[in-house]
């Protein structure tokens, strides 16, 4: 597609159960993001794919977070034993290259945990 | 390690009226700066971006923003505001993260709500 593509765009699920966020990049884009956006909070840097590089997952909150992109394009964030904070959006952004390029972000996937 | 602080988490201006919208950074190496523009239920949008050429920086829909390295600062402005610019709006720094790869810290954000 021409943008940053992500499913589902709402998700309720039930506290403890795990859940998993798709992120479809832009084609020909080799870094890919994920950030987490709760009310109030901004926006907090999850975690960065560049390529063929080991992820940077400095800004997962907890074991409970992972991430994986298959084939250098799709991406899943998987959260396990969810719990009611993690209730927010989840925005996906790609990008061609590294240095100054601007991020092109997804619509995001709002999660809600009840 | 860069940060972004934006003052004012809530902007309320007239319709027709200046829109500023104050953005400053901190960072250990020349920064690249951003201004991205939210609507509701959707994803962030580029409005613009510094990246070291000149300091005064146009966007879309009428916006710009002047880097001041003096200042730390990257505020947003647009002269004459429309309905249709009520948004949130994030500035970002961009940083390196331990393996070197661009990785940018965003601002709280700020509602600009426009009144007619």
């Known amino acids: 597609g021409a943008g940053v593509s992500q499913s589902p765009s709402n998700k309720v699920t039930e506290k403890g159960k795990d859940v998993e966020l798709r992120c479809d990049p832009i084609?020909?884009?080799?870094?890919l993001y994920w950030y987490r956006q709760s009310l109030g909070q901004g926006l907090e840097f999850l975690i960065y794919?560049?390529?063929?590089?080991?992820?940077?997952k400095s800004g997962l909150p907890s074991d409970r977070f992972s991430a994986e992109r298959t084939g250098g394009s799709v991406s899943t964030l998987t959260i396990q034993r969810t719990q009611q904070e993690d209730s927010a959006v989840y925005l996906c952004?790609?990008?061609?290259?590294?240095?100054?390029?601007?991020?092109?972000f997804g619509n995001g996937t709002r999660l809600t945990v009840t | 390690a860069q940060s972004v602080t934006q003052l004012g988490s809530h902007v309320s201006v007239s319709e027709g009226a200046l829109v500023l919208l104050r953005c400053n950074y901190s960072?250990?190496?020349?920064?690249?700066l951003f201004w991205y523009v939210q609507y509701p239920n959707q994803g962030l949008q580029l409005l613009l971006k510094?990246?070291?050429?000149?300091?005064l920086v146009k966007g879309i829909n009428g916006f710009e923003a002047e880097f001041k390295k003096s200042e730390t600062s990257f505020h947003l402005t647009k002269p004459s505001a429309h309905m249709s610019d009520a948004a949130e709006y994030f500035c970002?720094?961009?940083?390196?993260?331990?393996?070197?790869?661009?990785?940018?810290?965003f601002g709280q954000g700020t509602r600009l709500t426009i009144n007619p």
């Open positions: 952004a790609s990008s061609l290259t590294v240095d100054g390029t601007p991020l092109h």
């Open positions: 794919f560049q390529g063929n590089s080991a992820p940077d």
């Open positions: 084609s020909g884009h080799t870094a």
């Open positions: 510094y990246t070291s050429a000149a300091t």
């Open positions: 960072s250990s190496v020349p920064p690249y």
């Open positions: 970002a720094v961009s940083g390196v993260s331990i393996q070197g790869a661009q990785k940018l810290v």
